[in-house]
């Protein structure tokens, strides 16, 4: 912060301030996965606006919304998550042990058991919206 980067203060004092404030809620921010979320959402909401200041013709305003952007996908960068060739193993492996069980095949009660307390991807660094996306993709595979 000392060499006056304003977009990147700007950008870094916005997220501490969404951490801030979301502690002060009954779900406060604990995972590093819930911190890439919040990062995600602020890069979306920073592409629409970019999107609507250049719709407006106001390219300065874009360019700013842009870099932005850019600082927020390289903090996103810094999470590490799970492969996703991992993830769809893991995920086929439990569909198959859901088969031989006989369990109804679902995503929802899929993602029920991989998340939940004890679960193959119970702590690990998943985004569970991909984890969602694989678990319908191969179970409608399946059938």
């Known amino acids: 912060m000392k ?3 304003t977009n990147r203060l700007s950008v870094v004092r916005g997220v501490l301030n969404e951490i801030a404030n979301a502690a002060k809620t009954n779900t406060p921010l604990k995972t590093d996965m819930q ?6 959402k602020r890069t979306s909401a920073a592409q629409q606006a970019s999107k609507e200041f250049l719709d407006a013709g106001r390219a300065d305003l874009q360019e700013k919304e842009d870099s932005q952007i850019a600082i927020l996908n390289e903090y996103a960068g810094g999470v590490e ?3 996703a060739d991992e993830v769809k193993d893991i995920v086929a492996k439990a569909i198959e042990d859901m088969k031989s069980a006989g369990a109804k095949m679902s995503a929802g009660d899929l993602m029920k058991r991989l998340l939940a307390p004890g679960g193959e991807l119970d702590g690990k660094p998943v985004e569970k919206a991909q984890v969602a996306r694989l678990a319908k993709d191969l179970i409608s595979a399946q059938n």
Not at 35 to 40: A, D, K, P, S, Y
């Open 3 to 5: 060499s006056k980067d």
């Open 35 to 40: 911190i890439l979320g919040l990062l995600r």
């Open 81 to 83: 998550t799970m492969g």
